[in-house]
C-alpha cells in the first residue's frame, strides 16, 4: 500500500479537507499537507478566500501556496482552459521533484473541482505517483449533524444536485433516502415539490455544515422564505425496504 | 457548535472509525475516542475480533472496552433484542456520569449497526447529549483506491447493497454513477447483469479498501471466479449529465 506518513517527492495528493471544521480532517490528509512542498487550493471567483485554505490553515508550515481562481460560470471550455493551466503548473513542480497536494472541501471525489485537474493531468504524470485522500462530505456532515441514519438493510440512497427538478421529483419513486445539493436559489421550488408529494415532515435542510454559519432546519417550515446560501443539503427520508 | 475536543460526561458518541487504515480517523474521532470512559464496539457472530476494535487500538488509553456480539442472521426481531441490550449499557453508563461512545467502520449514518443503537436510546438520552461523528465510508475509500472522479456537473449517485439484483439492474437505469456495496456472494450474477447492459469496461471492484487484503480490479475479467468478501465495493460509470 502507499506510503502516506507523509508527501513523498513528485508525489502529487488529490486531498478533501472536510466540510469546514478542522478536527473533521484526517490524519492522512494532515500528514501530507504538512509535509508537502505546495499546496494547489481552488477558489471560486465569487469568493473572498478559498474555504479549503482556511481549514488547512492551522496544519501549514510555509509550504507555498498557490490559490487557484477559478471560474463559476458553467462554461465548459473555459473550465478546461482553466483547469489545464493548473495541470501545467502540477506538472512543473513534480519534474522539479517537488510534492504537490490539491485541496477540495468535502470528498475530492464527489461533485470536486479535482474531476477536471484529474482528467488534464492524466497521462502527464505515472498513475502510481497520484493519491487521492478522502473527505468528510457534505452528506455525511449534513445527517451527523441531524443526527438521523441515512440507510439501513435494503435502502437505496440516491445523490443529486437540485438543478435539474424533474431529475430531482423522478429521483423520490426510485430510492429510500434522497439526498439533494447545492439546494440555493432551488429551494422554493424543490420544497413546493417535496410538500406535494407529503413528504415535508420527513425533509431535513443543513445549511453549511460544520462551518461557522451552520444552519439546521429539522422542519421546512421555520425557513419562512430564507434566501439559503449554495453550500445546502437536504435529506429526504422517502421510505425504508428491509431485508427480505 | 458542540464541543467535540474531548469527551463530555454523560454524552454519547456515535463515532465513524473509517473503511480500515488507522490514518483515516477524523481528528474529532480521535480526540473522543482518547478521552471517552467506555466504548462500545460491535462485532458480528462470525468475527474473531472487531474490525473497528482493531482500527482505533493506537488511540485507546485504558478505556473500558465492551465487545458486542451481534446476530448476522436477517431477523428483525433478534436485531432489535440485542440492540436493546446494548442501549440499556449506554443508558446505565450515561446515568453514572460517564461518558460512551459507540464506534463501527465506516460511516456511522451508512449501512450501520449504529441506526439501531440510535433507534433504540431515542427518549431515554437528551437528544442534545448523543453527537455523531462521520468516518470515511467504504465508497470513498473504494474510489480513492481507484483514482477516478464519482461525479460532477449534474451526475446522479446511486448507492445500493447487492442484494435485490433487480433494484440493482433498474438502478442502472436512472443514475451516472452507481455503488454497490456487499457484493460478496453476488459478485458472478452483478458481474453478468453489467455485461448485459455493456457497462463492464466502466465497472470498477473494490474488496476490504484500506485493510490489509485489499484487493483492487479495474477490469472485471481479472476476477476469474475469485470469490469476494462481504466488504466487496463496485463502482459502474453509468455516464455523464453535464450542466444545461
Redesign the interface.
Known sequence: ?TD??KAQAGHLYIVGV?PG????????A??ILSTVDVIIAPRSSLSAESLAVSVVRPYLRGQELVEHIYPME?D?LQTAQCWAQMADLAVQRLAQGLSVAHITIG??????T???L?EQISGRVP?EN????????AL??A???I???????????????A??LA?VE??LG??ETLVIYKIGERAQAVIEMIRRHGLAQNARLVCYAEQER?QIFTNLDDLNGNRLGYMSTMIVHVGH????
Request: glycine fraction near 4%.
Open positions: 500500500m502516506f506518513t472536510g471544521a478542522a478536527d473533521l480532517l484526517t490524519i492522512r494532515i500528514n458553467r465548459p470528498d475530492p471525489l464527489l461533485y470536486s479535482c474531476a477536471y484529474l498513475t497520484i493519491h487521492v485522500v478522502s473527505g468528510i462530505s455525511q456532515a445527517s451527523a449533524v443526527g438521523e441514519s441515512l440507510l439501513t438493510q435494503n435502502d437505496r440512497l440516491m445523490l443529486l444536485p438543478d435539474d431529475a423522478s429521483a426510485c430510492c451552520e425496504k428491509s431485508w427480505s
